[in-house]
């Protein structure tokens, strides 16, 4: 069973910084896409991050210059740094893993296959 697990999510100050870990079990992230999405309370979910063939990588227009997403393929673990924090990055984030491999990078949340449970990010003012 695949396997998709969340850390680093906490309470910070606005302008701080997080960093976001996804291990993955079962799916390798060397032969499947994945991205980070993100859900705040009464809304939808939204695409962060995705990194698809080759490292290519697409970033949402919000969090683009402030986030960035990266792979340790030894590791099997992926990775969300997130920089200069605001109110509105308040969400719960979640790893998601495709096996579809693709440039540009696939960032419809209905195009994944596997999802982990999410870590709770809040950014206080």
């Known amino acids: 069973q695949v396997y998709l697990e969340e850390s680093g999510g906490g309470l910070v100050q606005s302008g701080d910084s997080l960093k976001l870990s996804c291990t993955a079990s079962v799916v390798t992230f060397s032969t499947h896409a994945m991205a980070w999405f993100r859900q705040a309370p009464g809304k939808e979910r939204e695409i962060v991050a995705a990194?698809?063939?080759?490292?290519?990588?697409a970033y949402s227009d919000d969090v683009k210059d402030r986030f960035t997403a990266s792979i340790d393929y030894v590791k099997n673990t992926a990775y969300l740094q997130m920089n200069s924090l605001k109110p509105d990055d308040t969400a719960v984030y979640l790893c998601?893993?495709?096996?579809?491999?693709?440039?540009?990078?696939?960032?419809?949340?209905?195009?994944?296959?596997?999802w982990g449970q999410g870590t709770s990010v809040t950014v206080a003012s």
């Open positions: 998601a893993a495709a096996r579809t491999l693709s440039v540009p990078p696939i960032t419809t949340a209905g195009d994944y296959n596997y």
């Open positions: 990194v698809g063939r080759n490292g290519h990588k």
